[in-house]
């Protein structure tokens, strides 16, 4: 078949007329075709880049004068490479074989008449090929094809060889070249956002933020067609100094310092500002800056490397993906917050104490030879209230900050309290002299140099055998220790401690719920006049006998008591029974007895003790010239002025005072003689010595001579045998208490003992 291309002597002498290479060409111009040098170009190898256009015809010249008119086209950087076929069934050969091909020029007549429309229906119908773009030729007019099988076929252009001077077959290829351009970029486009439709479901149920945020990089990255290298940060509004890494992935990662993106004026942070400035994501050729609108929260920003520019469809996809995800990132933002306040500390960010147990229980689990140990700053209260709660918050934000970075990373970081902090890790890795080496430099705290110690308590949790609680708490029992100790050092919790305060709050409770069950009870010890062996009055001592029929001694009882703040009402009980009892015995025909009663520190110092003295003296009837009451030495040495103006108020009820257990502390003669008190009780230990001691230098005897020059009463308790009641009635003391005369007795034993006492006299 001869096929007349006339174009071709056209094409020569337009050639001739040509602009200089690299301008555009008249029309071309319009479709942004750029002529590369007129030098024909290398032959661009499969996978190149380069647009593949696949010349059909049986006519050899047609193949030479069309590569040779588009030879130096280039579109979009691409220049164009030519495959050949000379008949339908090499075209179709090739088809099968070749897959990118952009644009087939196709003869129309060749084998035969319609070898050229045959072939357009084997590449649509057959191939299935629908993105291949095809430009009829034709030297005949007459062979046209009908306008259905160009509508039907999707034929880009028919033109009889003629029509197609060189510039109008640059015009019509580079027509074609877009068209196809445009059909893959609809086709990415809509794989892409199915993509991103995909993604976005898959994201949306993701519940944690480390997780989801992962999971946007890894989209972003895959929609830029890139590796995935960047990072996502959360902005909350305010954030100076940085942003918090939710995520981060590739050689980004190295841009976190302790998981923030440091705010800059250049790199990723200024980038990322820029975002979030403008409130839309910024695209450059090495990085683009995405922004996610947080509706109730904090918005969140990412960053992300390029190692090339997007394209318009990448960058489209990505717009929408980000607008559509950020609902979801905010949902599980809300989660996270809801999770973040439950188990992490607000102020710090430091995991708080319910986290703090988890990892505990974790380390227990796994036998760990771990060590949890207790930061307490030493005096932050007192800090607190001299400079504020705001210095303070800022004080533990410096304290967070400096453990965070200067601390082995492998050790776990807790606030747990007010101004305590927790570490738990490995046992080699926290040594307490090196814990508090972190506090010697000062803290800069709103310009002011602070300079602060801590005090730790430690648990080695290899020793310990209790929950994760529990350790907590021996932690805590430690802490205490060292606390009353030395500010600023450390202690270790041992076994015994924990035993030893486990079995004191046991006993509180016990003690409690034996007081309420009136497990309490009085007993009382004669007091004798030595010469007579005449009984004038009882102590009333404590007893507490438990439910199994077990004693506890006051000893022991009576300091929780004090502790727990059980004494108060144990104490006005007691006061009431004892008045209760003086007027029993009292009704029992002995008028001159006195009822001596002891009353602890904790008591004393209460607002309301008098009040509760007056009631028991009402309540009870009891003649105040017949109670006494008795208070430590050591008691009458604290806050003297107090102690005077409440005894001179106790004295103006009528009840006299006894200083007990006198010689133990080192009350002066002056003070004594202030404080107007009635009598003195020597102690149970100079009433021992004295059997041993040379007669004239017994504290026993300079406590009896010191009472005689104060005009105070003397009785010396603890008397247990002869021997001592005799040197006492000696030296001068006229009164004992002892084991001698008799032990403490039940009330009813009481009254018989003085009935007896009576008879014994009368006789
Ligand atoms: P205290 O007031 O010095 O009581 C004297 C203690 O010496 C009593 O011990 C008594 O039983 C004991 N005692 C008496 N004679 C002898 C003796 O010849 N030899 C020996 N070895 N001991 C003797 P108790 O009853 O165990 O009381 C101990 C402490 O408990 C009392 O010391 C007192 O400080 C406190 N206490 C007892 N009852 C009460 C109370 O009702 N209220 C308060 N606040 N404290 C109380
Ligand atoms: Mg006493
Ligand atoms: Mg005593």
Not at 7 to 20: D, F, G, S, V, W
Not at 352 to 360: D, H, P
Not at 398 to 417: E, S, T
């Amino acid at each position: 078949m001869h096929i007349y291309w006339f174009a071709i002597t056209e094409l020569n002498l337009e050639t001739q007329h040509m602009p200089a290479p690299n301008t555009p060409a008249g029309a071309a111009q319009d479709d942004d075709l750029v002529f590369a040098d007129e030098t024909p170009a290398v032959a661009p190898g499969k996978g190149s880049g380069a647009w593949r256009v696949l010349i059909v015809d049986d006519d050899a010249d047609v193949h030479s004068t069309t590569t040779f008119a588009l030879g130096a086209l280039e579109m979009h950087g691409r220049p164009l490479e030519f495959l050949h076929a000379y008949s339908a069934a090499q075209a179709m050969a090739m088809l099968e074989r070749e897959h990118d091909i952009a644009v087939i020029l196709l003869d129309v007549v060749m084998e035969q008449a319609d070898a050229g429309l045959h072939l357009v229906r084997h590449v649509r119908d057959t191939l299935g090929r629908h993105d291949v773009r095809i430009i009829l030729r034709t030297g005949q007019p007459g062979y046209a094809p009908e306008m259905d099988a160009i509508r039907g076929y999707d034929i880009n252009d028919y033109r009889t060889k003629s029509e197609l001077t060189r510039t109008k077959l640059y015009t019509s290829v580079a027509a074609a070249i877009r068209a196809y351009q445009q059909i893959h970029a609809l086709e990415d486009s809509r794989t892409g956002l199915a993509e991103v439709v995909r993604a976005n479901s898959e994201l949306m149920a993701m519940h944690s933020v480390g997780e989801m945020t992962l999971g946007i990089l890894r989209e972003v990255a895959a929609l830029a067609g890139q590796p995935a290298d960047g990072l996502l940060c959360a902005c909350p509004p305010g954030a100076a100094a940085g942003w918090q890494v939710l995520a981060s992935c590739g050689a980004s990662a190295a841009l976190a310092r302790d998981g923030m993106l440091p705010a800059s004026t250049q790199g990723p942070a200024a980038a990322i500002a820029l975002a979030l400035a403008g409130r839309r994501n910024v695209y450059e050729d090495d990085h683009l800056a995405l922004y996610f609108s947080g509706k109730a929260h904090c918005d969140f920003a990412a960053w992300v490397r390029l190692a090339r520019p997007l394209d318009a469809l990448r960058r489209g996809l990505i717009d929408v993906f980000t607008s559509s995800i950020a609902v979801g990132l905010d949902n599980v933002a809300l989660m996270t917050d809801l999770h973040r306040a439950a188990f992490y500390d607000a102020l710090t960010g430091l995991p708080n104490r319910t986290r703090l147990v988890e990892l505990i229980d974790d380390s227990l689990q796994t036998r760990a030879d771990a060590t949890l140990c207790l930061v307490d700053i030493d005096q932050f209260a007192e800090t607190n209230d001299a400079l504020g709660h705001q210095f303070g918050d800022a004080l533990l934000g410096a304290v967070a900050q400096r453990l965070r970075l200067r601390l082995d990373a492998g050790l776990a970081l807790a606030r747990i309290g007010g101004d305590i902090f927790c570490l738990l890790g490995q046992a080699d890795l926290i040594e307490p002299a090196a814990v508090q080496d972190l506090f010697a430099a000062p803290f800069s705290i709103e310009g002011q140099d602070v300079q602060v110690s801590a005090t730790l308590g430690l648990v080695r949790l290899l020793e310990h055998d209790g929950s994760a609680a529990d350790a907590l708490k021996d932690a805590d029992i430690a802490l205490k220790r060292a606390k009353s100790q030395r500010r600023g050092g450390h202690f270790y919790f041992s076994r015994g401690m924990g035993v030893e305060i486990r079995e004191r709050v046991r006993l509180m409770h016990a003690l409690r719920g034996g007081f309420a069950r009136g497990e309490l009870f009085l007993a009382y010890q004669p007091q004798v006049e030595l010469a007579a062996r005449r009984t004038f009055g009882a102590e009333a001592l404590l007893r507490w006998r438990t439910e199994d029929g077990r004693f506890v001694p006051p000893d022991r009882f009576i300091p929780i008591a004090e502790y727990s703040g059980l004494i108060i009402d144990i104490g006005a009980w007691v006061l009431r029974e004892a008045c209760a009892e003086l007027v029993r015995v009292r009704a029992a025909g002995h008028v001159d007895f006195t009822m001596s009663i002891n009353v602890s520190q904790v008591q004393f110092r209460h607002p309301h003790f008098i009040d509760m003295l007056r009631q028991a003296l009402a309540d009870t009837g009891a003649p105040p010239e017949r109670v006494e009451l008795e208070i430590t030495e050591s008691m009458a040495m604290e806050e003297p002025d107090l102690l005077i103006e409440r005894l001179a108020e106790i004295k103006r009820t009528g009840v006299s005072i006894a200083i007990d257990d006198f010689g133990t502390g080192f009350s002066s003669l002056s003070y004594l003689q202030r404080l107007r008190v009635d009598r003195l009780k020597i102690d149970r230990a100079f009433v021992t010595e004295i059997t041993d001691a040379a007669r004239g230098s017994s504290i026993a005897e300079m406590v009896i001579e010191l009472g005689r020059n104060l005009g105070l009463s003397i009785i010396a308790e603890g008397v247990e045998d002869e021997r001592q009641a005799q040197i006492l009635q000696t030296l001068g003391c006229p009164l004992a208490q002892g084991y001698l005369f008799a032990r403490p007795l039940a009330p009813e034993a009481l009254i018989e003992w003085l009935g007896n006492d009576a008879l014994t006299r009368a006789a």
